[in-house]
């Protein structure tokens, strides 16, 4: 019998520690976005599904179907969303999906005139909230893909694409790179609030 060949993007460990600033300066729009309800569970975790359609982790794409489903999410939208299919969700949801992707496409880095549009859409509050899930969800699926490439290299299924010391800085340099960035923003923080004063 033929093995599936494991397949997801590749990132490096500056990459993750690029996505991961951000995530961590991203958290406290999530708590908010938690709290002031303008995304309800089940649309969040479309949002997390569409980023981790386009990164290919296997393991959140297993938890956010999971939690699409209890939430409410029907059987048919996560086909759909499984297959690649963002458009067809209420307007409202399919503007947030596609960004999403688009987002997680471009490695972050949206262009200015999609941006604009989805922000325009949403508002800005909204927007904020739905960009701390996509960004909180990238983060993960980087690390995800590689401890899923790590781990699966030890039996027998290397990662198409991946390299060993990639899947060891990100899956295992965590340890190191989430204080580091801890750090890091709370000096950037700091020296940005001393500079204006």
Same mark, same amino acid.
């Given at each position: 019998?033929?093995?599936? @060949?494991? /397949?997801?993007? &590749?990132? +490096?460990? =500056?990459?993750?520690? #690029?996505?991961? #600033?951000?995530?961590?300066?991203?958290? =406290?729009?999530?708590? %908010?976005?938690? %709290?002031?309800?303008?995304?309800?569970?089940?649309? =969040? @975790?479309?949002?997390?599904?569409?980023?981790?359609?386009?990164?290919?982790?296997?393991?959140?794409?297993?938890?956010?179907?999971?939690?699409?489903?209890?939430?409410?999410?029907?059987?048919?939208?996560?086909?759909?969303?499984?297959?690649? @299919?963002?458009?067809? @969700?209420?307007?409202?949801? =399919?503007?947030?999906?596609?960004?999403?992707?688009?987002?997680?496409? +471009?490695?972050?880095?949206?262009?200015?005139?999609?941006?604009? /549009?989805?922000? /325009?859409?949403?508002?800005?509050? /909204?927007?904020?909230?739905?960009?701390?899930?996509?960004?909180?969800?990238?983060?993960?699926?980087?690390?995800?893909?590689?401890?899923?490439?790590?781990?699966?290299?030890?039996?027998?299924?290397?990662?198409?694409?991946?390299?060993?010391?990639?899947?060891?800085?990100?899956?295992?340099? &965590?340890?190191?790179?989430?204080?580091?960035?801890?750090?890091?923003?709370?000096?950037? %923080?700091?020296?940005? +609030?001393?500079?204006?004063?």
């Amino acid at each position: 019998m033929k093995t599936k @060949e494991l /397949k997801a993007r &590749i990132f +490096t460990p =500056s990459a993750f520690y #690029k996505h991961l #600033k951000i995530a961590i300066a991203s958290f =406290s729009d999530l708590r %908010k976005a938690r %709290k002031n309800g303008n995304v309800n569970k089940a649309f =969040s @975790e479309k949002i997390m599904l569409a980023v981790t359609q386009v990164n290919g982790c296997r393991y959140c794409n297993y938890v956010h179907t999971k939690n699409a489903i209890d939430a409410g999410a029907s059987e048919d939208e996560i086909n759909r969303m499984l297959n690649g @299919e963002f458009g067809e @969700e209420g307007k409202d949801e =399919s503007v947030a999906l596609l960004f999403a992707q688009h987002y997680a496409d +471009t490695d972050g880095n949206p262009d200015k005139e999609t941006y604009a /549009k989805f922000v /325009k859409h949403y508002g800005a509050q /909204k927007a904020t909230d739905i960009l701390a899930m996509i960004r909180i969800i990238m983060t993960a699926n980087i690390h995800g893909i590689a401890l899923d490439a790590f781990l699966s290299r030890f039996k027998g299924k290397k990662m198409n694409g991946s390299k060993l010391y990639n899947e060891l800085g990100i899956s295992l340099g &965590i340890l190191v790179l989430l204080p580091v960035a801890i750090i890091q923003l709370g000096f950037e %923080k700091l020296f940005n +609030t001393c500079r204006r004063v």
